[in-house]
């Protein structure tokens, strides 16, 4: 049996930045993700005059409830796509002239419907180049707040950033959303902001948030479980047992039910209340499933899928194309490039079964690519990656990790 310490969850990590940020007092997080997305999260903060204090197994955040604590920032918000649409949003509830811009890869990806949004609300809001994309400029006056309509059919991280300002406006806000991708990651914005004090409640496609503000607190961030499905997919694939601790039945990321996936295929699988235990048995059957709420772990199954011994169809997956690469044609390619037969259609993806030869994979620039890929390669010496670094957006040690797992002795 072997046991995996899991890095912090970047999305807690995130949503906990912006929380002690704008809450009042100062607030500790325990054991957050040190990666390039949060901590580009949290230079943000720092550069909108936030006091961020990190050693290495706590941070700590001085709060400012009025807002950035800076009159003018320039942030630079790298790959990380919660630092591109959760920023804005803080920063359009103090006062101040604030620009975002990101790296070319996130300066692709969608971000319309919130910034239409955040105009809807009154936020003096320009594009500098491409409408709905990085750079942008807020020229922030506060939020009274009211009530919006949104479309994340693209991204939930659209209605997080609007449900993280709920608290801040002055009357609240009231949002009815027309569709939703990725849903556990809403149900992980709502836990943690009633942890911080707020009162935000859903009812079906509307969600009301009082303008309540946020209270500091010390906060402890559980692993990753999107990471942990890497491991997870080791073991099931290998034979071996991994149990993650801190990832158990009360845990609130979704990814965690890549595991009912794994189990599906014909993995042994336990959760207790703080652990969750994967063993492979040896058989890996074929399946089709919907992966709308958990699309992350997508790779990790398309990755796995080649030594089930049945097709694996993922359905429903369509916004996966708009995240750090297209990654249903990115899985289809690699997957090809290593000899696998792949078929995508607009929201999914189906693979054969087939026996990979080793290739470079064409990561993309694409952190889930490298770590995904990782998994194939346990049974594929020889597969190499284009880009092995870009793990560094959310587990920058994952390749001395990974290769220790996969040469610790039972
Ligand atoms: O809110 C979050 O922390 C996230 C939401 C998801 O994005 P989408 O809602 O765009 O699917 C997920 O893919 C991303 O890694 C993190
Ligand atoms: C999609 C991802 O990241 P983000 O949208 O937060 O950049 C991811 O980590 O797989």
């Known amino acids: 049996m072997t046991v995996i310490d899991i890095p912090g969850s970047k999305s807690v990590t995130a949503r906990a930045l912006f929380l002690s940020a704008a809450a009042d007092g100062t607030t500790t997080l325990l054991r957050p993700l040190a990666s390039d997305d949060t901590e580009g999260f949290a230079e943000g903060l720092t550069t909108l005059g936030y006091a961020v204090e990190r050693a290495p197994d706590a941070w700590r955040v001085t709060g400012s409830p009025a807002g950035p604590p800076a009159a003018t920032a320039d942030v630079h918000c790298r790959d990380g796509a919660t630092t591109g649409r959760f920023l804005p949003a803080l920063a359009a509830?103090?006062?101040?002239?604030f620009r975002f811009d990101a790296s070319p890869q996130l300066r692709r990806r969608p971000l319309g419907p919130l910034t239409r949004a955040l105009r809807a609300l009154g936020v003096d809001l320009r594009?500098?180049?491409a409408?709905?994309?990085?750079?942008l400029r807020v020229a922030a006056a506060g939020v009274r707040g009211g009530d919006l309509t949104l479309d994340a059919g693209q991204s939930s991280q659209f209605l997080t950033a609007l449900l993280l300002l709920g608290p801040l406006t002055a009357e609240g806000l009231r949002i009815t959303v027309t569709d939703l991708v990725s849903v556990p990651y809403v149900e992980i914005t709502l836990?943690?902001?009633?942890?911080f004090g707020a009162e935000p409640v859903r009812d079906g496609d509307v969600f009301t948030v009082p303008p309540t503000g946020y209270r500091a607190t010390t906060y402890a961030i559980e692993p990753d479980a999107s990471t942990a499905s890497y491991f997870f997919a080791a073991a099931a694939l290998t034979g071996r047992e991994v149990t993650v601790p801190g990832l158990g039945t009360g845990a609130l990321q979704g990814d965690l039910r890549f595991t009912d996936v794994l189990r599906r295929m014909g993995a042994h699988v336990v959760t207790t209340a703080d652990a969750t235990t994967v063993r492979g048995t040896g058989r890996l059957g074929g399946l089709t499933v919907t992966m709308r709420d958990i699309s992350d772990?997508?790779?990790t199954l398309a990755a796995l899928a080649p030594f089930a011994d049945g097709p694996v169809r993922i359905e429903d997956v369509a916004n996966t194309r708009v995240k750090e690469c297209d990654r249903l044609d990115a899985c289809a390619d690699n997957l090809r490039r290593l000899g696998v037969t792949a078929t995508t259609g607009p929201d999914w993806l189906e693979i054969h079964p087939g026996t990979p030869r080793p290739a470079e994979i064409a990561t993309r620039g694409d952190h889930r690519m490298v770590m995904s890929f990782a998994v194939t390669a346990l049974r594929t010496p020889g597969i190499t990656f284009d880009d092995p670094g870009c793990v560094r957006k959310t587990f920058p040690?994952?390749?001395?990790?990974f290769a220790r797992h996969r040469d610790a002795t039972d």
């Open 93 to 97: 509830a103090g006062r101040g002239d």
């Open 127 to 129: 594009h500098e180049e």
């Open 131 to 135: 409408e709905g994309h990085h750079p």
């Open 191 to 195: 836990a943690m902001m009633r942890a």
């Open 297 to 299: 772990t997508m790779p």
């Open 397 to 401: 040690g994952f390749h001395e990790a």
